[in-house]
């Protein structure tokens, strides 16, 4: 038997603290994740401008080398290297749980499915490197 | 015997309006969980605190509570470890009836709209004997067949802490599990619920429902596998539309 909503007491409905990411760690790792993407947006974006700034010719890519050894860009450049490796990372343990691979009838573990990402990872910026800096 | 400090959020809305914290001191031992010093408050020393419990053993989902600021099933979690005295309020996130219960409705309501049961398109006769299934098959839904539907993962789940139209983390887990079923033919009604704007693409992938869940369920995981199947669906439909009938 329910009560009708006028004869029943008010329920109470607790407000959300502005600073529940604070109230545990997970919570504050998941924060700092997401805006880990800003960085590596912005990174990007420091990619994209430097190869406009390629295409406009030698005088303005030299231009923008230098502007890359800026003090403050420098700190900047720090600072989304570490926000970059900790997107990847967590999101590379996150793989596991997202994807289910299958070989026939069997699961692949979850440890080879997130070895397989940094293998990846460690072939591609080698491939990089050796692009670079040849 | 040994004393400890209970802190127990109390709320009585005729003649209150907002909760108020309230601090029993109990004899306690290392067998006693929380529940247990709940009931020797209720037995011993005030018999108007209010709150849910039934089975005292991780079965019915009942007792679940904010225990120091963590989403508990309060038969699971013994005094002992909170030597320094404990806390124990309603859920987070859900609106509160009295004392520690919660209104469940919108859980409920959110159980059911995922229809968690089996769909068939054409039912075989019985004669024709039970749907078979392997090992293996079981396997891919097992661990999503195990939710009690405590509640504790909405407790602890920031995105429907913001927007309380999102379906949440045991409803689409349990969609999984029947999504999963190999003997299972709804997946398309299913999706139309969990690929909605309410559903599983309102999750940011946080994770802690998956953490504090105490069958060891992982929501999370049902949450992140039904994208990447909506999105192979959805692309799979736009490249062959003669597919699906």
Partial sequence: MSATSAQRPPRYRAQRPSLWWLSNGRYFLFMVRELSAVFVALYALSYLVGLYR?????????AYVAMLHHPAVLVFLGVALVFCLLHTVTWF??????????MGRKVIPAKLVLAANYLVWILLSGVLWYLVVN | MKTIDITVTRYDPENKPAPYDQTYTIPYDDEMVVLDGLNYIKDHVDGSLSYRWSCRMGVCGSCGMMVNGEPKLTCAVFLKDYP???????????????????????FMDKLRAVKPWMIREQEKPVQEG?????PEELQLFRQFSMCINCALCYAACPVYAAD????????IALAHRY????????????????????????????GECSVVCPKHVDPAAAIQRSKVQLTKDHILGLLWPWGKS
Avoid at chain 2, 84 to 106: N, W
């Fill in chain 1, 54 to 62: 390629l295409s406009q010719g030698k005088d303005s890519y030299e």
């Fill in chain 1, 93 to 102: 343990h996150l793989t596991p749980i997202v994807m289910v691979v299958r």
């Fill in chain 2, 84 to 106: 320094q005295g404990v806390r124990v309020g309603p859920l987070d996130h859900f609106p509160v009836v009295r004392d520690l219960v919660i209104e469940m409705d919108d």
């Fill in chain 2, 130 to 134: 039970e749907y078979l299934q392997s």
């Fill in chain 2, 164 to 171: 309380k139209t999102f379906i949440g983390p045991a409803a």
């Fill in chain 2, 179 to 206: 999504d999963m079923d190999s003997r299972e033919e709804g997946q398309d009604q299913r999706a139309e619920v969990i690929g909605s704007h309410e559903g599983i693409w309102e999750c940011s992938f946080v």
